[in-house]
């Protein structure tokens, strides 16, 4: 990449930054704005379709959402002759594994993500590994899947870590090991998983792969629910201790 279109993406990747700052934020308006001046930037172009798509600061809308998500795949499709960047390959073959902008193709899919994790790119990895468990697009390969999560997880990869935990816990692909499990669900739990957290909590509430402690337990599960993860909400509301905490 020349240095001019170097400057060039360095500015629209910073003004998608600043678009999704003020979607978080919930200043839908300001978003909108900021997208729609930075429509040559495939990511703005993408989260547009999403926003028609989910109705999300504008009125629900899916016909425009595709129209906005082809726009980002021939915006992708140009920087892969380009380019032939590893992203460039993964975010195509989001955009077929979820009929964004194209018709729905798991065998695409995997296809792009396949590229894209030969390049070394983790997320396309961690993907591929989705598609090997479940059969999508791909033969079922459980023991595929884990070596892909294991790989991913290994180089820090946070989803990754969770469901190398689950594998590990329901011997997915691997020899059924719940102190590997709880190996990992921790590691992705220190950075900030919330699933990982509640099945953490689990596994101190049942003494599955550690000695049993309830307030450990109990710990895990409300970090997840203050992070918002609805699952650790419904826990505490089921033992009625929603409201209580809310009160405090």
Sequence with gaps: MSNNKKKKESEMQEFHDSAMHCLNRGLLDGALFILRKNTEYYKSVLQLGEC????????????????????????????????????????????????????????????????????????????????????????KDEKKAFDLFKECAEEGFIESMFLLGEAYFNGTGVEQDYNEAVLWYKRAAEKGEPDSMVHLGYCYQEGIGVEEDIDTAWDYIYKAAELGWQPAIDILDDAGLLEDEEST
């Design 52 to 139: 028609y798509e989910k109705g999300i600061g504008v009125e629900k809308d899916n016909s425009i959402a595709q129209e906005w998500y082809r726009k980002a795949v021939t915006l992708i499709e140009k920087r892969i002759e380009e380019e032939h960047s590893a992203e460039d390959y993964f975010e195509l073959g989001v955009c077929y594994r979820k009929g964004e902008g194209v018709e729905q193709d798991n065998s695409k899919a995997v296809e792009l993500y396949t590229i894209a994790a030969q390049k070394g790119y983790l997320s396309a990895k961690h993907n591929l590994g989705i598609m090997y468990v479940n059969g999508l697009g791909v033969e």
